[in-house]
């Protein structure tokens, strides 16, 4: 059984930084597409990083490129996102996912079957 737990969510001052973590279970997390995405308050969920099974594909939302870093530990099967000047326009429930073997990497939400519970962020000036 798939499942994705995250945290290291809270709340920052204006250019703080932040890592989260998703703990993969049910799968090992280089066999699949991973992603993280975040959702704020009265908008749509949006992509922000995306990892390859072969790390041969990792995008990011231009709206955090230079500042957000994907990574991943497979010999524990966790997924990170490192944040770092965090703006408020960052502030958002922050979600894992993940999609079947074979299936493709990017950040269009409706790719990844599986989700986390999320973790929330936020950023104030």
């Known amino acids: 059984q798939v499942q994705l737990a995250e945290s290291g969510g809270g709340s920052v001052q204006d250019g703080g930084s932040l890592r989260l973590s998703c703990v993969a279970s049910?799968?090992?997390?280089?066999?699949?597409?991973m992603g993280w995405f975040r959702q704020a308050p009265g908008k749509a969920r949006e992509g922000v990083a995306a990892?390859?099974?072969?790390?041969?594909?990792?995008e990011y939302a231009d709206s955090v490129k230079g500042r957000f870093a994907i990574s991943r530990d497979d010999t524990q099967n966790i997924l990170y996102l490192q944040m770092s000047s965090l703006h408020a326009e960052d502030t958002a429930m922050y979600y894992c996912?993940?999609?079947?073997?074979?299936?493709?990497?990017?950040?269009?939400?409706?790719?990844?079957?599986?989700w986390g519970h999320g973790t929330q962020v936020t950023v104030s000036s």
């Open positions: 996912a993940t999609n079947s073997p074979g299936m493709g990497c990017g950040l269009g939400s409706v790719m990844y079957r599986y």
């Open positions: 049910g799968f090992a997390s280089s066999s699949r597409c």
């Open positions: 990892l390859s099974p072969t790390w041969n594909k990792i």
